[in-house]
């Protein structure tokens, strides 16, 4: 008798385990609260980078030196590294060479050419930062559902009432 109790007090242990575990798994994505707090935060971060693409665009054209915006970058970076961190990476790689950038368009050769070098350096921060503007519009978008939770959305799914 206390060997079919223990077996089923084992057996209930495990159900409540793999119940626990694939509640996790199925798990929808973020909450709306964060989801809206990410969209204010990439949408701010994403205007600002669209500012800081409009100016080096200027420096090509004028060879004038402008100081770029971060403010918000540095206001939201806290959200987006929590809610999408892969986008955050990139974006902060681009935001931290924000200085060698500004300093490769001050520099100045014989009759105030360009060196080639510091132009690689604000051409390739360029596209690095377009880069980062298309990971911070793909991170809005929600977690792809997990397979556990489509298959139990048709098993719960009601048939149609004839």
Do not use: C, K
Not at 23 to 29: D, F, H, P, V
């Amino acid at each position: 008798m206390r060997r079919v109790l223990a077996l089923g007090a084992a057996a209930a242990a495990a159900a409540a385990g793999a119940a626990a575990y694939l509640r996790r798994a199925i798990a929808r994505g973020r909450d709306p609260a964060a989801q809206a707090e990410l969209e204010r935060a990439v949408a701010a971060v994403d205007r600002e980078l669209a500012a800081d693409l409009e100016l080096s665009t200027m420096f090509d054209q004028t060879r004038q030196a402008f100081v770029m915006e971060n403010s918000r970058f540095l206001a939201g970076r806290d959200v987006i590294a929590r809610e999408a961190p892969e986008a955050f990476a990139i974006v902060a790689d681009v935001f931290e060479r924000i200085p060698a950038m500004e300093a490769a368009m001050e520099r100045r050769g014989p009759a105030g050419t360009i060196p080639d070098a510091d132009l690689a350096v604000v051409h390739a921060w360029e596209g690095d930062a377009r880069e980062a503007q298309r990971a911070l519009r793909a991170a809005l978008a929600p977690p792809p559902t997990a397979r556990w939770r489509v298959v139990l959305d048709r098993l719960r799914a009601r048939p149609p009432a004839r």
